[in-house]
């Protein structure tokens, strides 16, 4: 199965399925000399791990990590870093009644016709229990970054029609209510829209907002390796997502060329921007600024509700979807987006150490 690699010189392989014994990941390209610990992942994993809230699936993981390898007296050594997570509340019999359907919203027919069989239990490599790998990784590439004063910052900004306020912006608030809403009013419409669609048998959807703040300009490549490009694959690459935005993103249809161009001013000696449409991001490299993006998510596909489907043998026939799951994804998928941003950040970054030769220079001959 080609296409569980992503990365070039941090580069980050997940492995596993979401019934199997575990999944995991092996990194590599992460520079020696960090300080790195289990719990310095797992308060990551924390965040999207399942049965924090009545909004969640009830699966009882406590997603601990286990570090296998490129530690060494609690430093990274620059080797492959290996790390696993054990499945240990797996139920398969759930999804016996389903193993001959396919259901609408997976991946279950996609699959099947490119490989010729499919692994029903909930899924597969195509479930969501696979981004356990990629927030492993992530929080790794987090605190390189944080080591370089870069910090990435992901959020809800809505579910369903409820969006939070921008005059109740409190960064604060995100890990004190299920929603990861920094907007304590939102996430309490979030809740009584949510309830609704549970007691309807229902899922919604929702967009996680992105900000990452210290970033140097110059970082990312003017042509096919734009560094919003690599940003819009990782985050693409993410199950549920069905659309991203860099900066105003599609509003910018709407606006014109002199409301859309971010003037270039000087503060505090340095050049900045009055204003930040393009989202920190301009010819495909950053500029410095607040990059910014945003992650559509649509609504869960398992939900109780009867659905019209067929089955592996070509009969038509209604199906309900039993288990647990999740009837909005997007609460999780927030640490998922931040950590896919994190990595692709480093690998860019690690990659533009190569851009000038007066750099390589002066790295080399001090």
């Not at 530690?71 to 389903?98: A, C, L």
């Not at 709407?254 to 204003?275: E, L, P, Y």
């Amino acid at each position: 199965m080609a296409g569980s690699t992503f990365g070039t010189l941090f580069r980050v392989t997940t492995w596993g399925e979401t019934h199997g014994k575990g999944v995991g990941v092996v990194v590599d390209g992460c520079p020696a000399g960090l300080s790195l610990c289990e719990d310095d992942i797992q308060k990551y994993l924390d965040r999207r791990k399942p049965g924090q809230s009545r909004y969640t699936t009830k699966r009882n993981e406590g997603d601990e990590v286990e570090i296998l390898s490129g530690i060494f007296e609690g430093k990274t050594t620059g080797t492959p870093i290996s790390m696993i997570v054990f499945n240990k509340d797996q139920r398969s019999k759930d999804y016996s009644n389903i193993m001959d359907v396919y259901r609408p919203g997976h991946a279950d027919y996609t699959f099947d016709m490119k490989y010729g069989f499919r692994d029903y239990r909930g899924g597969g490599r195509s479930s969501g229990r696979e981004t356990i790998a990629r927030v492993a990784a992530g929080a790794i590439a987090a605190k390189v970054l944080k080591e370089m004063g870069i910090e990435v910052f992901a959020y809800t900004e809505a579910i369903g029609p409820h969006s939070i306020d921008k005059e109740h912006w409190n960064p604060s608030v995100r890990d004190e209510n299920p929603f990861y809403m920094p907007d304590a009013e939102a996430a309490e419409r979030a809740a009584e829209f949510v309830e609704q669609r549970m007691r309807e048998k229902d899922s919604c959807g929702g967009i996680v907002a992105c900000r990452v703040t210290g970033m140097p300009a110059g970082v990312g490549e003017p042509v096919f390796e734009k560094l919003d490009a690599k940003l819009g694959q990782a985050i693409l690459s993410i199950g549920a997502v069905k659309g991203v935005e860099i900066g105003d993103g599609f509003a910018a249809t709407r606006s014109t060329g002199s409301k859309n161009n971010d003037a270039f001013c000087i503060r505090d000696g340095k050049v900045d921007k009055k204003t930040n449409h393009a989202g920190g991001i301009l010819g495909g490299m950053s500029d410095g600024t607040e990059i910014f993006l945003r992650a559509a998510f649509k609504p869960t596909a398992s939900i109780a509700a009867t659905q019209h489907t067929v089955t592996t043998s070509g009969e038509e026939r209604e199906i309900s979807i039993h288990g647990r799951h999740d009837p909005v994804i997007v609460p999780r998928a927030v640490v998922v987006v931040e950590m896919m941003t994190a990595i692709t950040l480093l690998d860019e970054l690690l990659m533009n150490m190569s851009s000038r030769l007066d750099k390589i220079k002066a790295f080399y001959q001090r």
